[in-house]
């Protein structure tokens, strides 16, 4: 498996440069890569104050982020999972593209345990998880507080999957988030966690996101990132 995520701040809603940034690591990470996992909402930023404020940033699943990354997969015949905010009619999710080889959008996942800060405007996920079978095994996907979610967590090892794409907004509480994510994954697959750093502020609070991006399994940390800075990481490994 030829696994790569790609860690990346967004600036919270300049949409336009947070886009041109991820097709310019996004192009980056898919050369020679058979699946590419970038961040949670990673056009739009994190913290929004209730639904009115992300609706400004919401789009359909084939909209902006979807027609920027989708060529840069066709191109580089790879999977590649995405977070965005969903516009679905009057209701807003947390979800993530996930793109396959050609282009086309397979699916939409949306995230089915909702941290404190999506409460102000996400509606929980409806989706269900699903199992997404490549040439080099099979993927599912989950979005950062999922992970802390044992149905989740069960479901993945159920499913005996390769690896998992995680794009996150990992808070940063002081600690390295590897030994967490490996013990969270247990010994079934690969984790691939795409993760923002620095911090946003809303309404005076500030809160910190922890980078430290990791394509990790019980077995061994193969790729991982520092706590800031834009980088791509890259792993290749046997199944």
Same mark, same amino acid.
């Given at each position: 498996?030829?696994?790569?995520?790609?860690?990346?701040?967004?600036?919270?809603? *300049?949409?336009?440069?947070?886009?041109?940034?991820?097709?310019?690591?996004?192009?980056?990470?898919?050369?020679?890569?058979?699946?590419?996992?970038?961040?949670?909402?990673?056009?739009?930023?994190?913290?929004?104050?209730?639904?009115?404020?992300?609706?400004?940033?919401? *789009?359909?699943?084939?909209?902006?982020?979807?027609?920027?990354?989708?060529?840069?997969?066709?191109? +580089?015949?790879?999977?590649?999972?995405?977070?965005?905010?969903?516009?679905?009619?009057?209701?807003?999710?947390?979800?993530?593209?996930?793109?396959?080889?050609?282009?086309?959008?397979?699916?939409?996942?949306?995230?089915?345990?909702?941290?404190?800060?999506?409460?102000?405007?996400?509606?929980?996920?409806?989706?269900?998880?699903?199992?997404?079978?490549?040439?080099?095994?099979?993927?599912?996907?989950?979005?950062?507080?999922?992970?802390?979610?044992?149905?989740?967590?069960?479901?993945?090892?159920?499913?005996?999957?390769?690896?998992?794409?995680?794009?996150?907004?990992?808070?940063? *509480?002081?600690?390295?988030?590897?030994?967490?994510?490996?013990?969270?994954?247990?010994?079934?697959?690969?984790?691939?966690? +795409?993760?923002?750093?620095?911090?946003? *502020?809303?309404?005076?609070?500030?809160?910190?996101?922890?980078?430290?991006?990791?394509?990790?399994? +019980?077995?061994?940390?193969?790729?991982?990132?520092?706590?800031?800075?834009?980088?791509?990481?890259?792993?290749?490994?046997?199944?």
């Amino acid at each position: 498996m030829r696994l790569a995520a790609v860690q990346v701040r967004a600036t919270r809603g *300049e949409l336009s440069g947070n886009r041109s940034r991820l097709a310019r690591l996004a192009a980056q990470a898919a050369i020679e890569s058979d699946l590419v996992v970038l961040p949670e909402m990673a056009a739009s930023g994190y913290l929004f104050r209730d639904a009115a404020a992300v609706a400004s940033v919401a *789009e359909p699943p084939c909209g902006p982020t979807w027609s920027i990354l989708a060529p840069i997969a066709a191109s +580089a015949r790879c999977w590649m999972v995405c977070g965005f905010v969903e516009a679905a009619g009057d209701r807003f999710f947390n979800s993530a593209l996930v793109i396959d080889p050609s282009g086309a959008l397979a699916f939409t996942y949306r995230k089915t345990l909702l941290f404190d800060a999506d409460h102000r405007w996400a509606t929980p996920g409806d989706s269900g998880y699903r199992a997404f079978d490549a040439d080099w095994g099979s993927f599912g996907v989950g979005i950062c507080m999922d992970l802390n979610d044992d149905a989740f967590v069960a479901w993945v090892a159920r499913s005996r999957l390769s690896a998992v794409a995680l794009p996150t907004n990992w808070l940063d *509480e002081g600690l390295s988030v590897w030994p967490y994510w490996r013990w969270r994954l247990g010994p079934t697959g690969v984790l691939v966690a +795409a993760n923002t750093w620095g911090s946003e *502020e809303l309404d005076g609070e500030v809160t910190p996101f922890a980078g430290q991006s990791a394509i990790l399994d +019980a077995r061994g940390l193969y790729a991982a990132a520092p706590a800031v800075g834009h980088c791509v990481l890259r792993a290749v490994i046997a199944r």
